[in-house]
């Protein structure tokens, strides 16, 4: 049974895109939502770096997307 989504070039007037840029673009919504809801909530407080926050916290959605494709692939069949 493949689980894999199948391997899709996205191509915008001529010139090819990586997959890996679709999956940034879907890390990149939950991103922001979360990153204005810390904001309102106070958070940043108590972050000592908040660029340096804010890189890894995409870079953990970024790879909860990644981590996730196999399953949104069971349900997108």
């Known amino acids: 049974m493949d689980t894999a989504l199948p391997f899709l ?3 915008a007037f001529g ?4 997959p890996a840029l679709l999956w940034a673009l879907v890390a990149l919504v939950p991103y922001l939502l979360l990153r ?3 904001a309102r909530a106070g958070f940043y407080r108590f972050v000592w ?7 890894a916290l ?5 790879g909860v997307v990644i981590f996730l ?8 069949r």
């Open 9 to 11: 070039t996205p191509a």
């Open 15 to 18: 010139i090819y895109f990586p």
């Open 36 to 38: 204005r809801g810390l």
């Open 49 to 55: 770096h908040k660029p340096l926050f804010d890189a």
């Open 58 to 62: 995409y870079i953990i959605l970024f």
């Open 69 to 76: 494709l196999p399953a949104l692939g069971e349900i997108l």
